[in-house]
Every structure is written in structure tokens, then in C-alpha cells.
């Protein structure tokens, strides 16, 4: 049986994080190129650390990315050659609205993105596309804080607007915020938050946050208003939260840790605020501040499927625990001795995704898309020139196959699958070009040389044989 006819295979990127030309085409400055790679990185991504410009003292990866903004058509082609049957991409904010608050957008980026979604409907590949992949316009967090302020639903939705007119035709499947659960963990990247000493930090991201709610959910009524053949869905950071032990502090501790994962789709998908939740928020005095019509436009404006990311499990454990940690996906956990570890310490943990899918979907009942899945390692050229990345295969292959079988054999309901970095770009969590995700390598190194040639991995082939059978050779 295996995958359904028409399943989707493909891959995806952010523009930020492989566009590169951010000072071309009336482009203005967004939170995403302000993080700079290095030391200082974790503490801007948290909002602890201002950076609202760039500096000498700094380096910062998304200036150049790997020049997909010059190459789009090469990487198009090889994406097709692939046999991508869709290819999930981000649009740039600033690149339609540089400053963010302008009446009118920038034709200039919007030719740039008619000209790529062109592309691909040359080559037959379905566009998803992600309307904000954590961009948020430097001009708004100067003038209203990002999303903490009200204001930014305005902004974004003309943003929407803009987007769903002009890419009505080539456009039918879209995503209103990438990984809206991240704005707990990493508040500047999620929502161009920045703290002042002394802020109450959890009432400011969670008052963003349902900012960031209202906004999509009114997106999804604007989508279906001006293309009823339009399909959105929510995206999030996914994972399950396995307790470290039976001991019970340790499965309370992983239960509330999989609820607060979950809240974000919980409004999304059923309309309403979660009653562990409000009660949660309530108790710590920071339920957010909202408007009387914000119910109602949750509960009649949810979204027509589910996708999400998953790169590796959580392993929680009670506080009063002293176990080492793991690293992973912006978030910290403890470390499972059951899994192996990537070169970045992230947990490789296969049966998780199953394991993951089946939680989404008995919560949910809506279709789900694994739209970012892979693996950040060292790839290194041999002598000449090759990249044997069997490492990336056998992690994508079993993968792959824990996919399968939720499928087969548990009945989950998936639409398709986009590998994470189909080509190299640079780590959101790190900033890094040396830690690869992509089937196509790109020569750019960390220190900002290379030539930006494209060449094929060994994955590029394997993945190709994956797409063209429907995921049924996997060797």
C-alpha cells in the first residue's frame, strides 16, 4: 500500500536563511539578518541581547545566505531534476514591504517572487508557501515592539493581502507562521521581540503570541475569501516530550511540556484557547489582553491542515532532576540514553516520528505535512569533489520509513513531505554554513569564501529514486 497516489515529495528552505540579497531590489532590513553568527547569537535570538542594525564587530550569514536570489532558476532545475513534486518556500516581508508600515508594496520584490513561483510551474512543482518564516520588518520593531503590539495584525495582514491577490494563480497552498511555537524559546526570531531589564518576559511573549493567533487565523479567513481553492495550514516546531522516567514528576513534567508544545495548534485547529491553558496563564497573571470579537475569530477561522517540523524528540525530566542535557531544535532537554546523537548533539530518534504523527493526528483529525525533517552535518568534498553523505541517507531513509508506516499501518492522514534543506543554507539555530542539511551542496564556507558553485550530493540521487518510485525504494 505505502504512500498515497499524489502524496507530495519535495523540499524546503527560508529565504532567509538561503536568499542572500538583502540590500537589492528595495529590500529592507528584517530581525532574521540582524542575528549574527557566533557567540552573540543565542542572546540576540532570545531578545536579551539588542541588535536592531548591523555592526563592524559582527558577522551576519543572511547578507549572502547561498545566493538563492541569483540562482533560483539553477536551483529550480535542480530541484526538478530531483523530482520535486513541491517545494516549500518563505517570502521575504521586507522584500514587499521593506519598512513594514508602507501603503503600497515593492513591485520590485514582487517580480522576483512571480518570477520563482514561474519556475516552478515550468517544471510542474506545487509552490507551499510560508508567508512569514519569523520575519519581522526592523521598521516595526522600532515603531511598535514587533509583536507585542496589536498593531503588527494590521501589518501583516496587508502583507497577506498583497501575496494572496497577486499569487492567487500560482499559489494554493500556504502557511501563515513557521514554527509560531518558537516565539517561547527564541522571542526575537519568533516575533522581533526585545526585552528591557525588568520586562515580565512570559505575559510580553504570550501576549505576542496570541497576537500572532489572531493574525493567522484571520490570514486563513482572507485566503479562503479570495481563493476558496486555497489551502492553509499552521506550522510548529514538533517533538514529542518522552518522560526521562515512570517516576511521576517526571511524566507530569513531559505532559505539561507536550501541552505548552501544543497550545499553538490547539487554537489553530480547534478554535479556541485550551482550558489547561487559560487556566495556566490565569494562575501566573499573564492571560493575555483581548479584544471582544478575538473568540470569535479563532473559533470560525481554523486551518485546513497541519504541518510541522521534526528533527529529533524531547526527553523531560522533573526540575529537581540533575541530568545532562541535550541539545536540539532551540530547545533544551535532557539527554535520552536510548538515541544517538548528531555532530551538533541533536537526538536522532526515528521512531519519533511516527510516534509524533500519531499524537498530531488522534489530537487533531486534520491532514498532516512533515514540512522541514533532516540532518545538519560536516559534509566534506573528497578529492575529487564528491560527497558521500550515506549518513544523510540512512537518516533520511529511516525517516522515511517510520513516515510509512504511520501511514500504513496507523492511518494517519499525510498529504506529503519536504526534507529540510534540500539545499545547503545556513542553520537558523546556529548561523552556521558548515553544519549541511542539503542534498545539492553549495560552496560557501562560514568565513564567507566559496564560489557559490551548486554540485550534487549522494543523497541528491538517492532522494531522487525515493520521489520517483513514491517512497517505496529507499535503498
Known amino acids: 500500500m505505502g504512500f498515497p497516489k499524489g502524496f507530495m515529495w519535495g523540499g524546503a528552505t527560508a529565504a532567509n536563511q538561503c536568499e542572500g540579497g538583502i540590500f537589492e531590489g528595495g529590500r529592507g532590513l528584517a530581525n532574521v539578518d540582524v542575528c549574527p553568527a557566533g557567540t552573540d547569537r543565542s542572546a540576540v535570538l532570545s531578545g536579551h541581547k539588542k541588535m536592531l542594525a548591523m555592526d563592524e564587530e559582527h558577522s551576519y550569514p543572511a547578507v549572502c ?96 493581502k498583497v501575496l494572496l491577490e497577486r499569487f492567487k494563480d500560482d499559489v494554493k497552498y500556504w502557511l501563515t507562521f513557521n514554527e509560531i511555537n518558537m516565539i517561547l524559546h527564541a522571542p ?49 516546531a514538533a517533538g514529542s516530550a518522552y518522560p526521562y522516567s515512570c517516576r511521576p514528576q517526571d511524566v507530569w513534567e513531559a505532559l505539561k511540556t507536550g501541552q505548552e508544545n501544543y497550545f499553538f495548534v490547539d487554537v489553530q485547529a480547534r478554535g479556541y484557547y485550551p482550558s489547561y491553558m487559560e487556566k495556566r496563564l490565569k494562575a501566573q497573571g499573564i492571560y493575555p489582553v483581548m479584544e471582544p470579537e478575538d473568540l470569535q475569530v479563532l473559533q470560525q477561522n481554523v486551518v485546513d491542515f497541519i504541518s510541522f517540523s521534526y528533527y529529533n524528540s524531547r526527553c523531560i525530566a522533573a526540575p529537581d532532576s540533575m541530568k545532562e542535557e541535550a541539545e536540539g531544535n532551540l530547545f533544551r532537554s535532557v539527554k535520552n540514553p536510548y538515541l544517538t546523537y548528531s555532530e551538533w548533539g541533536w537526538p536522532i530518534d526515528p ?33 575529487e569533489g564528491r560527497i558521500e553523505d550515506d549518513y544523510r541517507i540512512d537518516y533520511l531513509r529511516k525517516h522515511i520509513l517510520a513516515m510509512k508506516a504511520a501511514v500504513e499501518e496507523d492511518g494517519v492522514d499525510l498529504m506529503g513531505y519536504t526534507a529540510w534543506g534540500c539545499i545547503d543554507l545556513v542553520s537558523a539555530s546556529s548561523g552556521e554554513m558548515k553544519k549541511r542539511y542539503g542534498m545539492i551542496y553549495v560552496d560557501k564556507q562560514d ?20 520521489i520517483a518510485t513514491n517512497g517505496e525504494v529507499l535503498d
Not at 518556500?89 to 514587499?96: A, C, E, Q, V
Not at 505535512?369 to 566534506?380: I, K, P, R, S, Y
Not at 568565513?447 to 525515493?466: C, E, I, L, M, P
Open 447 to 466: 568565513d564567507g569564501s566559496g564560489t557559490y558553485a551548486r554540485s550534487r550530493k549522494k543523497s541528491f540521487g538517492w532522494y531522487q529514486k525515493v
Open 65 to 160: 545566505a547561498v545566493d538563492l536570489y541569483h540562482h533560483f532558476k539553477e536551483d529550480i532545475r535542480l530541484f526538478a531534476e530531483m523530482g520535486f513534486l513541491v517545494y516549500r518556500l518563505s517570502i521575504s516581508w521586507t522584500r514587499i514591504f521593506p519598512n513594514g508600515d508602507e501603503e503600497l508594496p515593492n513591485e520590485e520584490g514582487l517580480r522576483f517572487y512571480k518570477e520563482l513561483l514561474t519556475e516552478c510551474k515550468k517544471y510542474g512543482i506545487e509552490p507551499l508557501v510560508t508567508i512569514c518564516h519569523f520575519d519581522c520588518p526592523i521598521g516595526l520593531i522600532k515603531s511598535c515592539g514587533g509583536w507585542r503590539s496589536r498593531e503588527m495584525i494590521s501589518h501583516y495582514l496587508r502583507f497577506c
Open 188 to 236: 526575537f526570531l519568533g516575533a522581533g521581540l526585545v526585552f528591557e531589564e525588568g520586562e515580565a518576559e512570559e505575559q510580553i511573549k504570550y501576549q505576542a503570541a496570541h497576537h500572532e493567533l489572531v493574525a493567522s487565523a484571520l490570514a486563513v479567513k482572507l485566503a479562503h475569501e479570495i481563493n476558496p481553492e486555497n489551502k492553509v495550514g499552521c506550522m510548529f
Open 351 to 383: 521512531l519519533g516520528l511516527r510516534i509524533t504523527l500519531n499524537e498530531v493526528y488522534d489530537r487533531y483529525q486534520k491532514p498532516l505535512f512533515v514540512v522541514e525533517n533532516g540532518l545538519g552535518a560536516l559534509d566534506q568534498p573528497d578529492s
